[in-house]
């Protein structure tokens, strides 16, 4: 058996390489990105590299050769699960999505249509356009945006609704965060509470008479007065508690940050910086083994407009390398 690798710039130059040098029915082994050769690999630019075998090496030699129906499917099949680990997915997850498409409709798949049946196996992974809890806690490491994405929910809120949410930062450590979050509050026209310790914390909560956003430290919950308020909000029935993520960050480090908030008992996920993230599908093998549903999607900087409810749809669109463009296809 033959067996090349191609590399590429995109993962269709690459099958297309495969289909002339191999031909139609080679099999696809792996696929995977790498930094691309020499200055350009400097700079951030990446190719695909796609692992191909077949009997014979070259299509010349039975380039008028029948093909049989098994081995068209077949083809068909490995070329979508090339274009979907290239994107980052893994195997599993890129054959699941491929067996669940009718065999008919295989062969020609357009992105649409393999987009759709990934906002399928993706569903549980969506929280979707949810009302709010009385309270909704942001939770997670500094820098991840947890400020701005509160001011975002906030200024969507009352552009799209003209409800005003309340906002409250139990963020004592950080002044400028806290300055921050009464600038937003001051241009939305919506009240705005500190709390420093835990038991003014669980006063305010139970004076209020609108949902809240509540704004934490960027600390870790494992000790003083982080972990006492974070331990009060996990006892309360009306808290939902949103771990904040960058999507660009390791999974390794991903996994610590997981395992450094569970004592909060996040009930969601909002992954923030998906404009500066190379690739949202790695992340997807960390949120099916966590199982912690993503509330939001910040795509970028700006206030309020970058910021989606994190639908089947909207997710898929993300972890497809499509953003907003396929969300809305």
Do not use: C
Not at 84 to 112: F, W
Not at 178 to 184: I, N, S, T
Request: without cysteine; positive net charge.
């Amino acid at each position: 058996m033959n067996l090349k690798r191609y590399r590429r710039e995109s993962i269709r130059e690459a099958l297309q390489a495969v289909r002339d040098e191999l031909g139609s029915d080679a099999l696809i082994l792996d696929t995977r990105r790498l930094p691309a050769p020499g200055v350009r690999g400097w700079l951030g630019r990446r190719v695909v590299e796609v692992t191909a075998a077949a009997d014979r090496p070259l299509v010349s030699d039975r380039r008028h050769a029948r093909v049989d129906p098994p081995a068209k499917a077949t083809r068909a099949a490995n070329e979508i699960v090339a274009r979907l680990q290239a994107v980052g997915l893994d195997s599993e997850l890129s054959r699941r999505i491929v067996a669940a498409l009718p065999v008919t409709h295989r062969r020609g798949a357009t992105s649409q249509s393999i987009r759709e049946e990934l906002a399928r196996q993706l569903a549980t992974l969506a929280a979707g356009d949810e009302d709010y809890a009385p309270v909704e806690v942001f939770i997670g490491p500094p820098g991840v945006g947890k400020t701005t994405t509160i001011a975002k929910i906030a200024a969507q809120e009352r552009a799209r609704r003209g409800r005003r949410l309340g906002l409250m930062s139990a963020d004592g450590f950080r002044v400028g965060a806290v300055e921050q979050l009464r600038l937003y509050a001051d241009i939305l026209g919506t009240p705005l509470a500190v709390a420093r310790t835990a038991r003014e914390l669980e006063t305010a909560l139970n004076a209020a008479r609108r949902p809240l956003l509540l704004d934490t430290a960027g600390r870790s919950p494992a000790g003083g007065t982080s972990r006492e308020m974070l331990r009060m909000l996990a006892g309360r029935r009306d808290v939902r508690t949103h771990l904040v993520v960058d999507a660009g960050t390791p999974l390794p480090a991903a996994r610590r940050i997981f395992d450094r908030f569970e004592e909060a008992r996040p009930s969601r996920l909002v992954l923030t910086k998906l404009d500066e993230a190379e690739l949202l599908a790695p992340m997807v093998s960390l949120l099916r083994e966590r199982q912690l549903p993503v509330s939001y999607l910040g795509t970028g900087q700006g206030v309020p407009e970058d910021l989606e409810r994190a639908t089947p749809s909207v997710l898929a669109a993300w972890v497809a390398g499509d953003g907003r463009r396929g969300a809305d296809a």
